[in-house]
Structures are given as structure tokens and as C-alpha cells.
């Protein structure tokens, strides 16, 4: 129990609340849980979750040096780290965020080239016109760099090259056609899915059906391992939910 007093999401979280919630306290284990039960190999993760996963490893090794092995250890798989060091179009203080209130701070995927090219217009920079990458001493500038370097695979001494021609102005119309035509296939794609709904009720219907095999399969296993005697049907009152696109 202890352990999840540490792990910093939670520590983040519950200074900002008089009583902490139960379940604040408890959600590491829900997704410890969440990964175990389908015997997950591979768990996409953010730097801010890898105390969560770890957590999830350790219950794993646990249970499997006690009742013999049944979990496989999950691996964390990690984003590449240029993605976490991108900031707030408002702010470059802070990272850049889908629960941002402001939706001015982001990109979307669904952001049409107009949404792009305004954001990246009101970007907050500076007031010196040339591009340089200086992220101490102009975060705003160096976020734009970073977004243009992760888009093209080119480094941020090539991009202030290039661009030495360029003010800060022009070169945010240069940074949101990049970004534009990143995102345009993708965004595409997007719309496409979104017009076919039954198509994605089919695919959630299949994955829940999939999931439910795998999770009675562990569960089971599980009961015979520790000696937990059930009826047969108490898994059957436990079946996955079938989400529904809204």
C-alpha cells in the first residue's frame, strides 16, 4: 500500500484536494488490472505513467513467484521523447495537452489547414524577429523548431539554417504548412472512419468479443492457481460492456 502513496501522479493529484478519494488511491491498481487480465505484452505509455507500469510489473512478478507463472511481464512502450518535449502554443512554460482548456494551445489531428495555420499565427514567441533554438531563453521560438524538426526529421541547426531569410512571422505560415501536411492523410483517414459508424461498432464488437475470450481464459486460470471456488456463472455476470461510438 505504500507504494501507491509514491507513485507521482497520485502525490500530484492529492495535494490539490482536502480528502483524497478512494479511488485516486486505488486507479494505479484498476489499471494494473486492466493490463493483467488480458495478459498484455506490450503497454503504450507516457513518461508521466512509467510508475504506474512499473507497478503493474511488480504485481505480475509477484503473483507468478507465488502461484507459478501466469502474467507476462509488460514492457513499456515509449513515444518517441522529442513528442513529450512539445509546449503550449499559449504557453511554452507547459507541455502541450489535450485537456487544455484552451484548444488555441494544441494541434488536433482533426485541425483543417485554416485551425493550423491560426494556431501556429498566434503562437507566443518573442520579440526578436530571427529563428534561432534557444529553448532556455526562447521557449516559444525553440517549441516551433521542435514541432518543425519532428515533422521533417531535420535537425534544429538545419531548420535555423534554412530559415535565415525568415521573422518569426513568416516563419509560423512555413511551421503550419509542415505541420498541415503531416496531418492532412491522417485527418482524412479520421473523417472516412467517422462517416462509416457501423464499421466502427463492428470492429469494437469484434475487439469485446476477443477481449472477453482472453479475460475468462486469465480468470480462470487465476482461480485454479490461488484454489478460489466460483459458481459458473459469476463470470457471466462480469461480461465486457460493448462500448458504443457516440
Given amino acids: 500500500m505504500p507504494r501507491l502513496a509514491h507513485i507521482p501522479t497520485y502525490k500530484e493529484k492529492s495535494v490539490k484536494v482536502k480528502e483524497v478519494p478512494l479511488g485516486l488511491y486505488l486507479y494505479p491498481v484498476l489499471q494494473a488490472a486492466d493490463v493483467l487480465l488480458y495478459r498484455a505484452t506490450h ?5 508521466d505513467q512509467t510508475h504506474n507500469l512499473e507497478l503493474v510489473q511488480h504485481l505480475a512478478k509477484i503473483f ?3 502461484y507459478g507463472h501466469t502474467f507476462p511481464i509488460p514492457k513499456a512502450v515509449m513515444a518517441d521523447p522529442s513528442v513529450s518535449r512539445l509546449k503550449s502554443f499559449r504557453d511554452p512554460s507547459k507541455k502541450m495537452s489535450k485537456s487544455e482548456q484552451d484548444p488555441r494551445s494544441r494541434i488536433e489531428i482533426t485541425d483543417t489547414r485554416d485551425d493550423i495555420l491560426e494556431k501556429c499565427k498566434k503562437a507566443l514567441t518573442d520579440f526578436t524577429s530571427e529563428i534561432t533554438f534557444d529553448p532556455e531563453n526562447r521557449p516559444g521560438v525553440a517549441n516551433l523548431i521542435t514541432i518543425h524538426s519532428l515533422f521533417t526529421g531535420l535537425d534544429p541547426a538545419e531548420i535555423c539554417e534554412q530559415s535565415i531569410s525568415l521573422d518569426t512571422g513568416r ?3 512555413v511551421v ?7 496531418l492532412e492523410p491522417l485527418r482524412q483517414q479520421v473523417q472516412e472512419y467517422m462517416s462509416e459508424p457501423q464499421y466502427i461498432e463492428q470492429v469494437l464488437d469484434r475487439g469485446s468479443e476477443r477481449a472477453s475470450v482472453i479475460a475468462q481464459q486469465t480468470w480462470q486460470d487465476v482461480r485454479t492457481r490461488v484454489g478460489i471456488e466460483l459458481n459458473e456463472g459469476a463470470y457471466e455476470n462480469c461480461q465486457l460492456p460493448k462500448k458504443r461510438v457516440l
Avoid: Q
Avoid at 503497454?43 to 513518461?47: F, H, T
Avoid at 503550419?176 to 503531416?182: G, M, P, Q, Y
Fill in 64 to 66: 507468478n513467484n507465488r
Fill in 43 to 47: 503497454v503504450p505509455v507516457g513518461e
Fill in 171 to 173: 516563419y509560423k505560415l
Fill in 176 to 182: 503550419a504548412e509542415v505541420i498541415h501536411e503531416k
